[in-house]
């Protein structure tokens, strides 16, 4: 058996810990396929690793087109410019590409997907979401025998890192967020990770294997954790919930959901414990009940392992469909609009004036919303006081039309901020 | 495309999930097989799914010998007799077969992959480990391009449920061990589960596969969870730990090492909150980092899902070798004995008399091990007192010789329980 010959665009972080693999003479790597090209953007940096061994190419597009590439990994990013049309270039020849490249799977996975099956070549991402958690093959193989009604997950690691940071450390979003950026774990525009931009991407990925549909990332909501303040944590806190940003796709009413956003899960909740930089994913599925994923989300090493494990899968003939189905049998993800329920989280910032309670009452009363705890607590200094309350089970808008309706009372200090609570939905204990 | 033709015998529970799957016309197993065959003892017995589309054998050997049959589903237990025989007997000529026997794999696993190699055909068991978690096809696949040093789960949903039942609700475990038989949770004779016997067969095949080694049920060095008392559960959660019945393989020294036995896990071990019949794997491997899989361990559903998955996999050729490579590359698992070192828990019921704690922790001193943390509590009644304490890092030789002389005191009412303190090993939290 002739081995695989890889070649890999992009020599970042991830491009390194691959090319570490294939250095590494006991890797599975090696034994089925050989790295003989890489292309970067300098030719001369030191990345701490020998390149000599491989041919090189400024131009990542030439390295895809190169008929002496079996399989290009493209780590470059970005979705559109260079790694676009170098991915299209490998599948249109017939190349098979091994991608972490989450943002270009998320916006033209069905279009690459296309490429790809009229020349058979494979297109792989495990690396796309969630690290090293092999999330992708777990949708698409071991649920294969089951039906996914949600999945839910942790899945960027900056923003869970920093609300670990906050709630441990007593620390504001932005002193932590200035020292995540100080320390690498936060772009200097942290705008994709905190904005909720980059785990909507692989939401949009996850929700299309899990549910069969074609990828629909104009289809997510999304809220980031920018405005989540330390008030919230700790008032959330001392209501028995700790907040975090969760990336959710479910069905309902025939039409998939899908919503990034931070929200608040009670302790005993499968995602509750994962801290840090973590990722996580809680698949359900009938009959194989409810199942969780908990590994690292990022990093030179976790990444790459999931590089290799695709590779791996190619060399050893296990690669499959893309989003686990062809693409003629992946539906248009069906845009019904169901009206959510559920229960809710809303903090506002008040003027501290007679009557101000109770009119807020009275507005979701109005909507017949019940509070199922309510909590002022005292501030010194400052105008306004923080008043949070959650709600027992209601529907979505009749909830958006008692904010707003509490928004005209005038009394509010900034925007109310309304978060989901979510229940565990869980067989959580004993089966 | 031909479907595969599908043959089940033994329709307890688990295949009694598989049939109503394929049942199911919507199920994806449909797609590419169909169910031709099945077998079990009694023709008559209702159970409770429409049997009559299907070919009936009331010997499993003689469907696992129908030449209409391209996949054997072997779902009737036992580590010898009728299984092993249908199995042998499908895979020796050349039919595929999918197994969620633990104890035929533990036992018999090289013997298999030696027969089914002779003639080309697949063996899959995801079933027999972690119900409805796909630990098997983690460890072959996903950690493919990584190496493992240790996996630890919780694999026996029996022995967790009891230990979860007994500290929720404070009473013995005789009394939790009854009420699970009762309520089917449990075995009449529940040796297999409380004995450690079962967790022992499914870590025997998760190391061999993790490890790339034959698989070797007879290293599994084996203690079960009878002996753990509420005492030890609650003076364990004072000190701040849970006891968990813990399947653990660890690389040591080139050798591999194999225990399964009742340990003290600090809360924010990754297994500590595990709760119920739920099971759970911790993989450590490098470059991917710690990854953990957490889901419900047993039951029709999920075991009947996992069943499925190794299905689909055969009908899209994704199959590969039972433990991840040609049994001519599993290596014998070196049999080293590594001195374990670690930190352990020690439960003793003693006499209470003048200088009994005095004579404890001299002979500890003796062998250089130091305290950690020391609890006597005041019992009414009965003319023992417990006394537990947990050492700081020791070499175990050195440990059991302090507890064969704290034995040789004579004070003791019944024989120590030894317990080892897992530490959670991770990288868990920031990355």
Same mark, same amino acid.
């Given at each position: 058996m002739t081995r695989l010959r890889v070649g890999i665009a992009g020599l970042g972080t991830v491009g390194r810990g691959v090319v570490k693999l294939f250095a %590494?003479?006991?890797?599975?790597?090696n034994e089925k396929m050989q790295l003989v090209a890489v292309s970067a953007r300098?030719?001369?940096?030191?990345?701490?690793? %020998?390149? $000599?061994?491989y041919r090189w190419f400024d131009d990542p597009v030439a390295l895809a087109a190169?008929?002496?590439?079996d399989v290009f990994v493209e780590l470059?990013?970005?979705?559109?410019?260079a790694a676009k049309v170098a991915v299209e270039t490998a599948l249109a020849r017939g190349a098979h590409v091994v991608t972490a490249n989450k943002a270009l799977v998320a916006l033209h996975g069905a279009h690459l997907v296309e490429r790809s099956e009229r020349t058979g070549a494979k297109l792989l991402f495990e690396? /796309?979401?969630?690290?090293?958690?092999p999330m992708v093959k777990a949708l698409k193989?071991?649920? /294969?025998?089951s039906r996914a009604s949600s999945v839910a997950g942790i899945l960027n690691g900056t923003c869970n890192y920093i609300l670990t940071e906050m709630e441990n450390s007593g620390r504001s979003f932005e002193a932590v967020l200035t020292e995540a950026q100080a320390m690498g774990y936060?772009?200097?525009?942290?705008t994709t990770d905190v904005g909720g931009f980059d785990a909507a991407h692989k939401l949009t990925i996850l929700s299309a294997i899990a549910f069969g549909t074609?990828? %629909?990332?104009?289809h997510v909501q999304i809220q980031g954790?920018?405005?989540? $303040?330390l008030t919230d944590i700790r008032l959330a806190g001392k209501l028995g919930y700790r907040i975090k940003l969760i990336a959710k796709g479910a069905l309902a009413d025939g039409a998939v959901e899908m919503h990034v956003r931070p929200a608040l899960l009670s302790y005993?909740?499968?995602?509750?414990?994962?801290?840090?930089s973590l990722n996580a994913l809680v698949v359900d599925a009938e009959p194989s009940g409810q199942l969780t994923f908990i590994g690292?989300?990022?990093?030179e090493g976790p990444t790459a392992a999931s590089v290799a494990s695709d590779l791996i899968d190619l060399a050893e003939g296990r690669a499959g469909f893309a989003?686990?189905?062809p693409l003629a049998q992946?539906?248009?993800?069906?845009?019904g609009s169901p009206t959510e329920r559920g229960r809710y989280y809303l903090r506002l910032m008040v003027q501290?004036?007679?009557g101000v309670v109770a009119a807020i009452s009275d507005r979701l009363a109005h909507e017949e919303i019940s509070i199922e705890s309510f909590l002022q607590m005292p501030v010194h200094g400052g105008p306004a006081v923080p008043i949070v309350l959650t709600t027992q089970t209601c529907a979505r808008p009749r909830m958006e039309l008692a904010v707003r309706a509490i928004e005209a009372? %005038?009394?509010?200090a900034e925007p109310p901020l309304l978060m989901p609570v979510e229940h565990s939905g869980a067989r959580w204990g004993r089966s």
């Open positions: %590494d003479g006991a890797s599975r790597l300098n030719a001369g940096q030191d990345r701490g690793v %020998d390149l $000599t061994p190169d008929p002496s590439v470059i990013g970005g979705a559109d410019g690396a /796309a979401v969630g690290g090293g958690v193989e071991s649920v /294969a025998g936060a772009e200097a525009d942290p074609r990828p %629909d990332y104009g954790i920018e405005r989540v $303040t005993d909740h499968p995602l509750a414990n994962v801290s840090g690292r989300g990022a990093g989003f686990g189905k992946l539906a248009e993800a069906p845009r501290d004036r007679p009372l %005038d009394v509010c």
